[in-house]
């Protein structure tokens, strides 16, 4: 269930983050390092960057990380 605190284009935003830097990760995907690697910085400025944090206290980041993760959970 998503936390209905954060906006839904920040939790894809981080839940974007969360797949490339597993692609990152993978061994499969090699030869697209250079690609993954400026995406995962694309998402980090959006997701550091929301103007959501205006309002919201920087504790909230680790609930976000948590909200985006959630859906992926329960398709696995």
């Known amino acids: ?5 954060f906006p839904e284009d920040l939790i894809a935003a981080q839940s974007a983050w969360e797949r490339t830097y ?3 990760a993978d061994p499969v995907h090699r ?3 250079t690609v993954l690697r400026r995406r995962l910085l694309e998402l980090s400025i959006q997701v550091w960057w ?4 205006r309002e919201a206290g920087t504790g909230q980041r680790v609930a976000l ?3 985006a993760r ?5 398709a696995g």
């Open 1 to 5: 269930m998503r936390c209905s605190a």
């Open 65 to 67: 990380r948590t909200a």
């Open 50 to 53: 929301h103007p959501y944090w």
């Open 22 to 24: 597993r692609s990152l």
């Open 70 to 74: 959630e859906p992926e959970a329960g």
């Open 31 to 33: 030869e697209r390092t």
